[in-house]
């Protein structure tokens, strides 16, 4: 998902990246998202940053 919080605000964010986490987890599946919203990346259980347009370096989980 590009940017899929990018429009909301605080609360509705935290609870569409809640059902994202959940639903990935429940159903055994990856989701990526793609986005630059820091708050987003405490939810994520593996983060990798683009740098300089190339996959960097994967970054600690916040």
Do not use: K, N
């Not at 605000?9 to 793609?34: I, Y």
């Not at 986005?35 to 990346?41: F, I, K, P, S």
């Amino acid at each position: 998902m590009d940017e899929p919080t990018a429009s909301l605000d605080r609360a509705r964010s935290r609870e569409v990246v809640e059902l994202l986490v959940r639903q990935s987890h429940d159903h055994g599946v990856a989701t990526v998202v793609v986005t630059h919203d820091h708050d987003v990346l405490g939810y994520c259980d593996r983060v990798v940053e683009m740098v300089d347009g190339r996959l960097g370096v994967p970054a600690p989980a916040r």
